[in-house]
């Protein structure tokens, strides 16, 4: 299917797309990013072509809460409408419970007189079909649904021409100066263009609740217990997402313990805050239990000549903090900049391009490092499967007690873009770790205390020091 954009005379550049399959640019994959992506650039007045497999309303468990920086992000490029008209709900913050006792973390907000920075919880699909709606209805852009296959590279240089797809069960092919990868966690073009290889340690596992009452509407929930984390927020009017983390190879959630769904009514249920406990059993009976892989995979510069790999086919990292939508963002205005006609005039100037996007892998980290290592890090406290990542994950709930939460939280949100402020709150933490940890220690065991604080300052370390390497170094 050609999508004509609604346009009775066409341009030189959109007759060069419709016929000839030929632009400046061919974005593979109409997700978060490739969406935003295509306008960004068709706005700088560039040819674009845009390839989706499908382009119904996706309907998927991720990618449903966007932090404030994400919304940041979107009002920069001139997209912060599709967020409307799509039975969204502000988020304000964080709720999270620690055994049943809660603690609310507002977004900071940037000077004491102004309002508190909202993210926007959706229903994932109907957020996309706005950016493809947007794509849609820009002139320099055409929205092609077909299913790439592979791509076209040049046997003589090596480069990247563009791609070859299927539509309707016809072979049929792309072509532009700069071809995109962003088909999204599962890219078919990462295996031989990306130096890492995606690594997961669990899965979420969703259901759509209907009518649950959330203790604290307006936040994202997370529940820290026994078990690994739990998330919750609402995404419509009437529809509340939980995501449950099950690590692989968890005992409580073995065949022999009754699998999944025996995990989540012996173990996730009775731990549920009252007012949700009816529709989550309701909505496990109708069995619609659903999983997604939680990833880890560290960004690696684009160096095959005309090629770009964006989103998640480049970068991955925990969904717990929900941070995967404004990474993608964040990029996206990174690009624009970076590849802009001033700066580019002619994207078939491969050595530029290449040397632009040696840039943007630097330039990106700016908001991608700490909301990667930051997703990580709390996801190994919060999956605590050993003594001293518990007494770390206690220190953490404490923290997020009587510390000054603005910091962590404006991390979390996109909003603060500081790897050194991450760095001092993690410490900050387990030195408080240690502490709690100390105190709760009976006199007869005092003389430990000097061992504790090796462990845990050790094992904190252990926990957030490899991702930082990843991040800096590479
Ligand atoms: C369980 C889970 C929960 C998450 N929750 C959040 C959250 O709350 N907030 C957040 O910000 N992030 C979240 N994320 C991360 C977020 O979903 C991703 O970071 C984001 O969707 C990445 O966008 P993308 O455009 O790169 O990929 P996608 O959104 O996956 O888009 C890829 C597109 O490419 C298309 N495509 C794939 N292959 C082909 C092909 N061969 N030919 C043509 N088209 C193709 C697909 O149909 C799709 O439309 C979550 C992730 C997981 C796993
Ligand atoms: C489309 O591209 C042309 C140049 O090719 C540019 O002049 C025009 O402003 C662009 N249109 C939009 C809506 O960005």
Redesign the pocket.
Same mark, same amino acid.
């Given at each position: 299917m050609t999508l004509l954009n609604g346009h009775a005379s066409l341009s030189p550049a959109a007759q060069r797309r419709i016929e000839h399959h030929e632009a400046d640019i061919v974005i593979?994959? #109409?997700?978060? *990013?490739?969406?935003a992506l295509a306008v960004a650039l068709g706005n700088q007045g560039r040819s674009v072509i845009l /390839?989706?497999?499908?382009l119904e309303e996706?309907n998927?468990?991720?990618?449903? /809460? *966007?932090?404030p920086g994400?919304v940041q992000a979107l009002e920069q490029l001139g997209l912060r409408d599709c967020l409307e008209d799509i039975d969204g709900i502000n988020v304000k913050g964080y709720w999270v419970t620690y055994f049943g006792e809660p603690v609310l973390l507002e977004y900071p907000k940037s000077s004491p007189t102004s309002p508190t920075p909202l993210g926007r #919880?959706f229903h994932?699909g109907r957020f996309?079909m706005k950016l493809r709606a947007a794509a849609l209805s820009c002139p320099n852009v055409t929205v092609v649904e +077909?299913?790439? +296959?592979g791509l076209i590279t040049s046997s003589y240089t090596q480069e990247v021409l563009g791609v070859e797809?299927i539509t309707k069960d016809v072979k049929d092919c792309y072509f532009g100066q700069l071809t995109v990868a962003?088909?999204?966690?599962?890219?078919?073009f990462r295996k031989e263009h990306h130096q890492y290889t995606p690594k997961r340690r669990s899965?979420?596992h969703?259901l759509e609740l209907i009518d649950a009452k959330l203790p604290a509407p307006n936040t994202g929930h997370v529940l820290l217990s026994d078990n690994p984390p739990v998330l919750m927020?609402q995404i419509g009017t009437h529809e509340t997402r939980i /995501?449950i983390d099950i690590p692989d190879n968890l005992p409580a959630a073995s065949v022999k313990n009754g699998g999944v769904k025996g995990y989540m009514r012996n173990n996730i249920l009775p731990k549920l805050p009252e007012g949700v406990q009816q529709s989550f059993s309701d909505a496990l009976e109708k069995g619609q239990l659903r999983s997604?892989?939680?990833?880890f995979l560290p960004a690696s510069a684009n160096k095959t000549p005309g090629l770009m790999i *964006?989103?998640?086919? /480049?970068n &991955?990292r925990h969904?717990l903090t929900?941070?995967? &939508? +404004?990474?993608?963002l964040n990029d996206v205005c990174v690009i624009r900049e970076l590849l802009s006609p001033e700066r580019v005039p002619n994207l078939s100037n491969t050595g530029l391009v290449l040397e632009q996007l040696a840039e943007f892998h630097w330039k990106r980290k700016n908001s991608s490092s700490v909301i990667n290592i930051l997703a990580q890090a709390l996801y190994a406290l919060f999956a605590a499967d050993n003594y001293y990542l518990k007494a770390l994950q206690r220190g953490c709930f404490r923290y997020f007690q009587i510390g000054p939460v603005g910091g962590p939280v404006g991390l979390l949100a996109g909003l603060i873009k500081k790897p050194l402020v991450l760095v001092s709150h993690f410490f900050s933490v387990a030195f408080l770790a240690i502490w709690v940890h100390i105190c709760d220690t009976p006199l007869s065991k005092l003389f430990l205390a000097p061992y504790y604080a090796v462990m845990i300052l050790y094992t904190a370390s252990v926990v957030i020091l490899p991702y930082i390497w990843t991040e800096i170094w590479y």
């Open positions: 593979v994959g #109409a997700g978060v *990013l490739g969406c /390839l989706e497999k499908s996706p998927r468990i991720v990618g449903e /809460l *966007l932090q994400g #919880a994932h996309v +077909t299913k790439v +296959t797809c962003a088909d999204g966690y599962n890219s078919v899965k979420f969703g927020y /995501l997604m892989p939680n990833s *964006l989103g998640d086919a /480049l &991955m969904p929900g941070g995967g &939508m +404004t990474v993608a």
